[in-house]
């Protein structure tokens, strides 16, 4: 008998499930992907009912796939939705879903709540008997805002479900272009050779939003910038583009050199932050042509010392990477909506042509707003006169490169493997800690040296400082 399946949802009223999770589902359901009896429920304390349920999420739906939306599809999808009403701290309001889950035998928990919740929910499901063999829990990031408050819900996790079952997302591995950096540098032959600190002049990658924190003013005063995006999206993307070749695509394999990567990358203590790291937090400006409120204003100014942007100069210490700066950004509120890592090759050893010319090669692998990869190298210029030289472009827009295929959310993906039990795109326990690690030395440096955020105008590119960082080593930011 074929397996009765359910991806149950916590947090289904909450930002992420609304922006993320049901648009995913609506297009999985839509390509046909969700397997036939799939059951999807959701969990929160809101008063409704099913029907109420279903149509808060049509409009979330709708919302998102706009022309896209199609009644067909949304019944199909509706016919699986289920809600129950409950505070997941309190274990009687689990008995509904106890009783929604009879007979079903795989089941993924997505855990879409504040990582307060997590080992919480994770015992509560133990109790009530639905912490089976063929149930996961999924989490999403942050887990913890330390390592000691990380170790916490990991062993709850551990204990309840045990460490095979829990998927810990970064949507980030979700995305096409994450992954393809994967194929960028293991399936072509032109790279690889390159890939090291004698060819390689630094490394930059940058996370940038426009938009400021507004309505998740709350979470985001507790966490920071640090915690929010560097603890996790940008050291996934620094392994992935600092790991020795894996052996296979084996889920570990992979996973065991990111964690190289991560031991690898030296501490930023005390004695380091002032130099390596810049704090910023944005003040009143004008982003994309509106004038906005500064970070403190937006909740009617409380007084706050939450970062909202961070730059940082990372090192790898290792055979392949030694020497090598990567530097680290992300932001709120600032010039431009970009995710993108820049690969920055030496100059030539010895100019034949005029210096002032020459630009040394750069690889950018766009992610945000569109997925392009773009290798920028010296060409000679058309002109009469005796060799000039142009810098140009060769680029791979993946957009248009696959313009018939619909830009799929990350989510789509993930949710896909993790009903499938495939651990692949998923965070192991170990790179998590490892981060978390290497991310409290820098919060304790803050603390130590009393290094406050400084300001920054809304629509900039962050603090002045920022422009030090790189500055001091002969480099600067692209932007
Ligand atoms: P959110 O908008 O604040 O939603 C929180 C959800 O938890 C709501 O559905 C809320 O519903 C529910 N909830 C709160 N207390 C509860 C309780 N005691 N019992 C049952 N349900 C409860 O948060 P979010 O932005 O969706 O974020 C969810 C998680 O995803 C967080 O861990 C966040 O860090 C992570 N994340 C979010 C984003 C994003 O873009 N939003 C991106 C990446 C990761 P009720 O009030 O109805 O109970």
Not at 42 to 58: E, N, S
Not at 223 to 230: E, F, H, K, Q, T
Not at 280 to 287: A, D, L, N, P, W
Not at 360 to 368: M, P
Request: charged residues 25%; negative net charge.
């Amino acid at each position: 008998m074929a397996d009765k399946k359910a991806i149950v949802i916590f947090g289904a009223t909450g930002d992420l499930a609304q922006k993320m999770i049901y648009p995913s589902l609506y297009f999985l359901e839509s390509e046909g992907h969700l397997p036939p009896d799939l059951m999807i429920a959701g969990f929160a304390r809101t008063h409704a009912d099913d029907q109420g349920f279903i149509a808060q999420t049509r409009k979330d739906v709708m919302d998102n796939a706009g022309t896209l939306f199609s009644e067909d599809v949304w019944s199909r999808l509706a016919a699986r939705m289920h809600y129950c009403e409950g505070d997941v701290t309190v274990p009687k309001t689990y008995a509904p879903l106890v009783k929604l889950l009879e007979g079903v035998t795989v089941c993924v928990y997505y855990l879409s709540t504040s990582p307060n919740f997590f080992a919480t929910i994770a015992c509560q499901l133990k109790e009530a008997g639905l912490a089976h063999g063929g149930a996961r829990i999924a989490v999403e990031k942050p887990i913890g805002r330390d390592l000691v408050s990380c170790r916490e819900i990991e062993s709850a996790l551990d204990e309840t479900f045990g460490d095979d079952r829990v998927y810990r997302i970064d949507h980030y591995l979700g995305k096409e272009t994450v992954q393809n950096l994967i194929a960028l540098r293991f399936a072509n032959t032109l790279f690889e050779p390159l890939w090291n600190r004698a060819s390689v002049d630094h490394v930059q990658i940058t996370v940038a939003e426009t938009i400021g924190v507004e309505r998740r003013w709350s979470y985001y005063d507790s966490y920071g910038a640090l915690r929010d995006i560097v603890q996790n999206h940008l050291l996934q993307l620094l392994c992935l583009i600092a790991m020795e070749p894996p052996s296979d695509l084996d889920p570990d394999s992979v996973r065991n050199e990111k964690v190289k990567v991560l031991r690898s990358l030296r501490p930023i203590g005390a004695g380091d932050v002032e130099r390596q790291t810049v704090r910023g937090q944005y003040r009143k400006g004008v982003s994309e042509g509106v004038a906005v409120p500064g970070y403190t204003e937006e909740t009617g100014g409380s007084a706050s010392d939450t970062e909202t942007f961070v730059a940082l100069a990372a090192h790898i210490d290792n055979w392949r990477w030694s020497g090598v700066p990567f530097y680290l950004r992300t932001g709120k509120r600032l010039a431009a909506r970009t995710t993108e890592v820049v690969v920055q090759f030496r100059e030539v050893p010895h100019y034949i042509f005029p210096r002032s010319d020459m630009i040394a090669n750069r690889l950018t692998i766009r992610l945000q707003p569109e997925e392009e990869i773009s290798l920028q190298i010296m060409n000679k210029a058309p002109t009469l006169e005796a060799m000039r030289l142009k810098p140009l472009a060769l680029d791979l827009n993946l957009s248009d490169a696959f313009k018939k295929q619909r830009r799929r959310i990350a989510y789509e993906r993930l949710l896909t493997e993790a009903l499938k039990g495939n651990s692949f795109l998923f965070v192991r326990r170990d790179e998590v800690e490892m981060a978390w690690k290497w991310i409290d030395d820098i919060i304790d440096g803050w603390k130590e040296k009393d290094m406050k955020p400084l300001p920054y105008s809304a629509g900039s590119w962050g603090p002045s400082s920022a422009f030090a960082l790189t500055e001091r080593n002969g480099h600067s930011w692209y932007e």
